[in-house]
Each structure stands twice: as structure tokens, then as C-alpha cells.
């Protein structure tokens, strides 16, 4: 069974500019998480998608959007891109949000993105 | 403010031997409690979990243990392996976002265990 799919691995962007990256679920999977690692913060959860809604959003700028189409695959955005938003970008799937409830995510190996 | 902390950046540990990594956190408002383990390169993985009203969980070597009263978590490996080198995340389950793929994360521990 293929696991969590984001795209692409690595990307070097310039300031000011946007980036799209893409993730594909577990197959059944409909539950759709995004998550930003940067060094010493730990994961910090930016939104979730369950059967193409958000259901959830964590304390980002209005930069950093994302949607979920009908397949469950899912994007995430960030336009005008800064310095700071060089981080690892983690992209999570379960079948139901939140894993029923338990908190048990299925991880992709992320995007890691450098904002020059 | 950080909800859950892992005060503790690295731990090291010999080959065997048991490895205790600890996680505290500030509100009580947390159904789950969660261990991922993530290698270099690699996203986090699914370790274990412990719900609120338990105290205790255990799955072979990995046992976790919940103190309510004093808000801390542990994970306990034993015996430790040299394959259990990774990052260890701890994170918590809002109960305000429950049924959400939210997790609150502490800022994760390195655990290096020596042949």
C-alpha cells in the first residue's frame, strides 16, 4: 500500500515569490493535514481538509492557504514567500479526521522548502 | 506559548539500557497524548498513543506513561536499540479540536542509543 506522496521533495524559491506543493493520501485516506517543521519549533499545524472542506486551521498568515479536491488529494499554498518560511512541510493523511479522534496521522516525508 | 515541551533537546544511552523521554504540558484539555518517531529524511511515524483517562500504555518495548496531576508524559524503551536512533515528537490531541487532524507537538527530543 503506497504510503503519503508530496511534491516535489525540494524546492529554492526567491522572496516575494509563491510555491505550491502537492500531496496525495494513503489511497482511502480522506482526511488531509498540512504541517510546518522549522528548527526548534517542533511541527506546527497549519490546516486540515476532510471530503474538500476545511476543517480546521491553525495560527498561519492569510499567505498560506490550501484546498482538497474530490480524489482527496491536496495542495497548500504560500504566496509572497519570506525568509522565514523556509521550513520542512509535512503533509498527513488518515481516513477519518483526526484519526477518529486518536491523533494518529500518517506522514508523508515532506517538502522542504528555502526561501532565498 | 508552547503547550507541550520536551525540555530535554538529545538524550544518549547505551546499547540495553532503558531510554526515558519525557514531555510535560500546560493544559488539561488534551483527549490523546501521542509519541511519533521520525528519522532523517523521513516523515514522522506513529509510535504510540495513551488516552487522557489512562495511565499507562504499553506495546513490546515502548511503554508510555501519563501523570495527570502533574501534567507529564513519558516514553520508556526497553531494551534500547541502536535502531531506535531518531527524533522523538511527542504531541497532544486538543480536545477543542477533537475529531481534527490538529496535533499540538513539542519541539522533539534526539535520542542517539551507542552500540
Known amino acids: 500500500k503506497a504510503g503519503v506522496t508530496q511534491t516535489p521533495r525540494y524546492l529554492i524559491k526567491t522572496r516575494g515569490q509563491q510555491v505550491t506543493l502537492s500531496c496525495s493520501p494513503i489511497s482511502g485516506h480522506r482526511s488531509v493535514s498540512w504541517y510546518q517543521q522549522t528548527p526548534g519549533q517542533g511541527l506546527q499545524f497549519l490546516f486540515e481538509y476532510f471530503s474538500e472542506t476545511q476543517r480546521n486551521k491553525g495560527n498561519f498568515p492569510g499567505r498560506f492557504s490550501g484546498r482538497q479536491f474530490s480524489n482527496s488529494r491536496s495542495e497548500m499554498n504560500v504566496s509572497t514567500l519570506e525568509l522565514g518560511d523556509s521550513a520542512l512541510y509535512l503533509c498527513a493523511s488518515s481516513l477519518a479526521p483526526g484519526g477518529y479522534g486518536t491523533g494518529e496521522l500518517f506522514f508523508g516525508e515532506g517538502s522542504r522548502l528555502t526561501v532565498l | 506559548d508552547q503547550q507541550v515541551k520536551q525540555n530535554s533537546p538529545s538524550l544518549s544511552v547505551q546499547e540495553g539500557r532503558i531510554s526515558i523521554l519525557n514531555c510535560d504540558y500546560t493544559?488539561?484539555?488534551?483527549?490523546?497524548f501521542l509519541w511519533y518517531k521520525k528519522y532523517p529524511a523521513e516523515g514522522p511515524t506513529f509510535l504510540i498513543s495513551i488516552s487522557s483517562i489512562k495511565d499507562k500504555n504499553e506495546d513490546g518495548r515502548f511503554t508510555v506513561f501519563l501523570n495527570k496531576s502533574a501534567k507529564h508524559l513519558s516514553l520508556h524503551i526497553v531494551p534500547s536499540q541502536p535502531g531506535d536512533s531518531a527524533v522523538y515528537f511527542c504531541?497532544?490531541?486538543?480536545?477543542?479540536?477533537?475529531?481534527?487532524?490538529?496535533?499540538?507537538f513539542g519541539q522533539g527530543t534526539t535520542l542517539q542509543v551507542k552500540p
Open positions: 493544559n488539561s484539555m488534551f483527549d490523546y
Open positions: 504531541a497532544a490531541s486538543p480536545r477543542t479540536s477533537s475529531n481534527t487532524g490538529k496535533l499540538i
